[in-house]
């Protein structure tokens, strides 16, 4: 029995915490449809799917993504009398305990009950997890290793659109081999699967973790690496004055931060981009090689044209994880304001972390719930994804069910989707939930067509009905 309003808005403590969705059923046949889009592209690049739980050792995880991502990680606490006794301990240290809030909570404690009383946390991305898996079994692996993994990730994000704290990657890594290839191919599967999906206007934006070395090393400060490419990463999000006054504030002076403006608007044709990089980049060994293989994966690329996607060099470009030392990509819409839908780079030793050293490894991560955002505002779904049931059976009772039940089961063996009414409702209310689930064809099964075989066919968009037997309307849906 459905509730009204008034009785929904009484009932209290019901809802799901900020940043988690419910999904719908019209709205899984939409993430099914990217989901199994991208699915379908790593299997012809000859992927194999891998899955890993979504708690981790805390460890494996933290110190991984740089200080800003490790903020974001969702810890998971221990329960029972440790933690009991942790919070006596706080009490000991605090008579006003009970008074403590986010803004006066001493940042040691919480790191000390943290540090002390969490064992695990919630998978920040597929990258780390995968390294782990690679490393415990890599006695069991055929290198080079090429797997995908479409799961969900946590972080701890302030909510907002586009942005999520529960949401889902599709990863696709090759790992064990630096060839420059594996580049190309993923750059390849990034413009083969938003096209597959519709998307006409799109930019993938390479750069490589080597020339933003570079560029450190050009200014003299090679140890503020971190901080150049954490603050000229926020470019497009926050603005260039805000990017400086970062830069400011991690100790760069105005002579170092003019020394990088210039590269702020360095936008436009590749060759004159490498070009006028090269100049800028002539005293640094790192940034020159950098430069040297964004040219040998643009020269390869030539060789396979993109379908739909614009490819750029964004030399602000520098995704904020640290694990990536080589080329980086980025994708983003040019007909909806989202940020990046996917992303990607290349890891040199992200196993050495776990003790296998010298795997090199690349990979790329479609963000779907990003994608489904754009692919709704820009209405790419096809509009037969909200069909659960393709035939639907009116029951008229008991006898004529008896007569039904067979037929639906050739229906279902003949690939059909189908479904016969639970009981035999009146018509009107048979007929609105066959409206109401969008299901095209409606077949009815009275004495008269039990004694004839020809049963009454309902097409429900156009209202035509007609008289056929069953193996007729088989042919008929099976087209």
């Known amino acids: 029995m459905k509730l009204n309003e008034k009785e929904v808005r009484k009932m209290k403590n019901i809802g799901i915490p900020k940043g988690m969705r419910d999904f719908s059923p019209s709205v899984m046949a939409r993430r099914n449809y990217i989901f199994n889009t991208i699915r379908k592209s790593f299997e012809l690049h000859g992927f194999e799917q891998i899955e890993t739980p979504a708690m981790e050792n805390r460890e494996t995880l933290t110190g991984k993504y740089g200080e800003e991502g490790d903020r974001l990680i969702f810890n998971v606490m221990q329960r029972g009398d440790k933690l009991i006794d942790e919070i006596l301990w ?71 659109k586009g942005r999520y704290r529960e949401f889902y990657q599709c990863d696709a890594d090759i790992i064990g081999t630096d060839s420059l290839l594996n580049e190309v191919e993923l750059i390849k599967i990034f413009d083969e699967v938003l096209s597959e999906l519709g998307m006409q206007d799109f930019t993938i934006k390479l750069n490589n973790r080597k020339v933003l070395s570079g560029i450190a090393e050009v200014i003299g400060r090679p140890e503020k690496i971190v901080d150049i490419t954490v603050a000229i990463d926020k470019l497009e999000k926050i603005g260039q004055a805000k990017v400086e006054e970062e830069l400011s504030e991690k100790g760069l002076t105005e002579i170092e931060i003019n020394k990088i403006k210039p590269l702020f608007q360095l936008k436009g044709d590749s060759k004159l981009v490498i070009s006028i990089l090269k100049e800028y980049l ?35 470009l520098a995704r904020g994880l640290d694990y990536y030392t080589g080329a980086i990509f980025e994708v983003v819409s040019n007909e909806v304001k989202m940020g990046s839908i996917c992303g990607g780079g290349r890891y040199a030793d992200l196993t050495g972390i776990f003790g296998l050293k010298d795997m090199s490894g690349v990979g790329i991560s479609f963000g779907a719930d990003r994608i489904y955002d ?24 008991a006898k004529e069910q008896a007569y039904v039940l067979p037929l639906l089961q050739q229906a279902r063996e003949a690939g059909i ?56 309307i088989l042919k008929q849906l099976k087209g």
Do not use: C
């Open 282 to 316: 002539e005293g640094s060994k790192v940034g020159q090689e950098g430069l040297v293989e964004v040219e040998e994966i643009l020269q390869t690329l030539q060789a396979i044209p993109l379908q739909k996607a614009k490819l750029e060099i964004d030399v602000t």
């Open 374 to 397: 754009v692919m709704e505002e820009l209405g790419l779904f096809p509009e037969s994804l909200s069909q659960s049931t393709q035939l639907f059976f009116v029951n008229f009772g």
């Open 90 to 160: 706080l009490k000991e240290l605090d008579t006003d305990t009970d008074k403590l809030t986010k803004e006066n909570f001493n940042p040691a404690v919480k790191s000390s009950i943290i540090e002390n009383f969490s064992d695990g946390a919630l998978r920040y991305d597929l990258t780390v997890p995968f390294a782990r898996y690679v490393v415990q079994h890599q006695n069991e692996i055929t290198f080079p290793f090429r797997r995908f993994q479409i799961q969900p990730v946590w972080r701890a994000d302030r909510p907002q």
């Open 417 to 472: 989707s189908a479904e016969l009414y639970p009981e035999a409702a009146k018509m009107k209310k048979q007929m609105k939930y066959a409206n109401q689930k969008n299901i095209p064809y409606v077949v009815m099964v009275g004495e008269s067509e039990m004694q004839s075989g020809e049963l009454t066919f309902k097409k429900m968009q156009s209202g035509e009905q007609e008289k056929l037997s069953f193996a007729e």
